[in-house]
């Protein structure tokens, strides 16, 4: 069974930085694709990035250029670093695990096996 912990969200300004850690427990963090997802009060939790355990990256387009998602396999960590924060950013930010060797697209939630309990990030305008 694998455990996801998500830390680091906070208040933050409008134009500021933050940087999200996602700690995941057992064997198969890096033979497994991550995700980082949000979701704002009353909407629906939508896609932010993912990283294949083979490397390959993908953003939302809300968010390219201002976010960056890395792993490091030795540590079962996978990060957010987020830049020039907006107030639409405000939500929880969940990490996610999928299965070992999947080959999916990673936008969607139900391609996830593995859920952390989220992070709280609010930016104030």
């Known amino acids: 069974q694998v455990q996801l912990v998500e830390s680091g969200g906070r208040l933050v300004q409008a134009g500021g930085s933050l940087r999200l850690s996602c700690v995941a427990s057992?064997?198969?963090?890096?033979?497994?694709?991550m995700g980082w997802f949000r979701q704002a009060p009353g909407k629906e939790r939508e896609f932010v990035a993912a990283?294949?355990?083979?490397?390959?990256?993908y953003y939302a387009d809300s968010v390219k250029g201002r976010f960056t998602i890395s792993r490091d396999n030795a540590k079962n960590t996978m990060y957010l670093q987020m830049n020039s924060l907006k107030p639409e950013d405000t939500a929880v930010y969940y990490c996610?695990?999928?299965?070992?060797?999947?080959?999916?697209?990673?936008?969607?939630?139900?391609?996830?096996?593995?859920w952390g309990q989220g992070t709280q990030v609010t930016v104030s305008s």
């Open positions: 057992g064997r198969t963090f890096s033979s497994s694709s």
């Open positions: 996610a695990q999928d299965r070992p060797y999947s080959g999916g697209p990673l936008v969607r939630p139900d391609e996830y096996d593995f």
């Open positions: 990283i294949r355990w083979s490397g390959g990256i």
